[in-house]
C-alpha cells in the first residue's frame, strides 16, 4: 500500500523559507510523479506543483511559481518543497500525492505569521 | 486558467436521499475531471477520476458524469459516511484546479 508522509512544517515569519519533505513508500515511486497540493484554514483545497517522475518537467501554480521550488531524490523516495518569501496567505496544511492523486500523505501544517 | 465552478455550496439531504452535485468549468474540458470526497482532519480521497471512472474501492452509488464543461457527481441513496465535502478537479490543463467544494449535510 502506497504511504506518503510529509514533514517540516511549523511557524515562520513572513519573508521567511521553509523546507517541507515527502517520504513515500509503499509503491514505484521513481515511476510515479507526485503533487503538492494546500488547503487553507477552513477552504478549499489549491493546487501547487508536479515533478515528473524523473524530474524533467515540473509544474507550478502561479501564485507560488518564483518563490517555490519542488525537487526530487529518487534513491531516497522523497520529494522536497523548498518554500522561500512566504507570505501570510501561504498558512495552510501542504499535502504531497501521487500523480494520480490516488494516494495522501496526511499533510503537514504552515504557519506563516 | 480553467476555473470550476460547484453548486451548490451546501446540500441538506436525509439518508437515503440522491444527491446531485454540479461542476461547471469555464471552459470546455477534456475527459480527465476528477472528483474528490473529504471528511473533517482527513485528506481527499479520490473518489472518480475521468469523469465517470470510479476509483478502487468506491461504491457503485457514487456515479460520475458529464462532459464539455458541465460534470455532475451522484450518489445515490446517501449513507451516513457520505457526509462531507466534495471537490472536482480538472487534470486537461495546466495548473491543474479544483472547485470550491459542496458540503454534503445532514437534513
Known amino acids: 500500500e502506497a504511504q506518503l508522509v510529509e514533514s517540516g512544517g511549523g511557524l515562520v515569519q513572513p519573508g521567511g523559507s521553509l523546507r517541507l519533505s515527502c517520504a513515500a513508500s509503499?509503491?514505484?515511486?521513481?515511476?510515479?510523479?507526485i503533487n503538492w497540493v494546500r488547503q487553507a484554514p477552513g477552504k478549499g483545497l489549491e493546487w501547487l506543483s508536479l515533478i515528473n517522475s524523473d524530474s524533467s518537467r515540473i509544474y507550478y501554480e502561479d501564485s507560488v511559481r518564483g518563490r517555490f521550488t519542488v525537487s526530487r531524490d529518487n534513491a531516497k523516495n522523497s520529494v522536497s518543497l523548498q518554500m522561500n518569501n512566504l507570505r501570510v496567505e501561504d498558512t495552510a496544511v501542504y499535502y504531497c500525492?501521487?500523480?494520480?492523486?490516488?494516494?495522501w500523505g496526511q499533510g503537514t501544517l504552515v504557519t506563516v505569521s | 486558467e480553467i476555473v470550476l465552478t460547484q453548486s451548490p455550496a451546501t446540500l441538506s439531504l436525509s439518508p437515503g436521499e440522491k444527491a446531485t452535485l454540479s461542476c461547471r468549468a469555464s471552459?470546455?474540458?477534456?475527459?480527465?475531471l476528477a472528483w474528490f470526497q473529504q471528511k473533517p482532519g482527513q485528506p481527499p480521497r479520490l473518489l472518480i477520476y475521468a469523469t465517470y471512472n470510479r476509483a478502487t474501492g468506491i461504491p457503485a452509488r457514487f456515479i460520475g458524469s458529464g462532459s464539455g464543461t458541465d460534470f455532475t457527481l451522484t450518489i445515490n441513496s446517501l449513507q451516513p459516511e457520505d457526509y462531507a465535502v466534495y471537490y472536482c478537479?480538472?487534470?486537461?490543463?495546466?495548473?491543474?484546479?479544483f472547485g470550491q467544494g459542496t458540503k454534503v449535510e445532514i437534513k
Open positions: 509503499g509503491f514505484s515511486f521513481s515511476d510515479n510523479s
Open positions: 500525492t501521487t500523480g494520480s492523486f490516488v494516494s
Open positions: 471552459q470546455n474540458v477534456c475527459i480527465d
Open positions: 478537479q480538472q487534470r486537461c490543463d495546466w495548473p491543474r484546479t
